[in-house]
């Protein structure tokens, strides 16, 4: 069974930052892209950034400069260091992945992780 886990969401002071990690597990032969979306209250699922393979990327406008995405292929993992925050970037942030498991065939997925709230807030 494949599944992703977040961790390091919590409660920060606007300008503050904070770190983001979503490791995948499971009989995984490789991942495509990996990537973070949010969910503001009230709001619908917006992107944050992605990251495939090769290492390009791609990131919302609205977290350009702040944001930063990476990846860290040998554990599976992704990464979303988080600084200069702002109340509006409070959510709950989602971790995505397409990958390819090892079943009785290579076979495709994509995983979302469970969330991991952030709230900026003074």
């Known amino acids: 069974q494949v599944q992703l886990v977040e961790s390091g969401g919590g409660l920060v002071q606007p300008g503050g930052s904070l770190r983001l990690s979503c490791a995948a597990s499971?009989?995984?032969?490789?991942?495509?892209?990996m990537g973070w979306y949010r969910r503001a209250p009230g709001k619908q699922r917006e992107l944050v950034a992605t990251?495939?393979?090769?290492?390009?990327?791609r990131y919302a406008d609205s977290v350009k400069g702040r944001f930063t995405i990476s990846r860290d292929n040998a554990k599976n993992t992704v990464f979303l260091q988080m600084d200069s925050l702002k109340p509006e970037d409070t959510a709950v942030y989602y971790c995505?992945?397409?990958?390819?498991?090892?079943?009785?065939?290579?076979?495709?997925?994509?995983?979302w992780g469970q969330g991991t709230q952030v709230t900026v807030s003074s």
């Open positions: 499971g009989n995984i032969v490789s991942i495509n892209v």
């Open positions: 990251i495939q393979s090769d290492g390009s990327v």
């Open positions: 995505n992945a397409d990958l390819f498991v090892m079943e009785l065939r290579i076979v495709s997925y994509n995983v």
